[in-house]
């Protein structure tokens, strides 16, 4: 099973620093094409800045996007992953969390970032890896096995 230090590993890191503007990150995850992004003081991961948060922390209170910094209105009370976690125990901290992004940190040390969708591409990849071994089972006759079979048929 794949542990999501795995799943990190080689991939880039997008991120946005806390002292950004509102502006400036909502740029950056259209560009980008992401939902979500971690942010850093310095090396240190201290939030996530997510779509909701957008909406629920700037937009609605009628905050001004330009002059709002993200450290004013990311999230905090953050859920991590450690990188020796199992994709399914990764999965379980955001089901039981109910967030939808999870920095893999160790020791604050921001090492990458994912989606629920990552995680399911893996369960995914993971389940078409065992049909393929089943299916292979069910149809594998040993050589001398098939050898018998045909002389018995014919």
Known sequence: MKTVGEIVRGRGM?????QSSVYEAAQFMTQSRIGAVPVLDGERLVGV???????TRVVVPGLDTR????ADVMTRDLVVAEPDDTWDTAVAKMVQRGCRHL????????????SLRDLLQVEIEEQAESLAMMTHYVQYFPPDVEERFRDSVS
Do not use: N, Q, W, Y
């Not at 800045?49 to 909406?55: A, H, K, T, V």
């Open 14 to 18: 997008l991120f946005v620093r806390s």
């Open 49 to 55: 800045f997510s779509e909701r948060d957008l909406m």
């Open 67 to 70: 002059r709002t910094v993200i």
């Open 103 to 114: 920095p893999v940190v160790r020791a604050e040390h921001l090492l990458g970032f994912l």
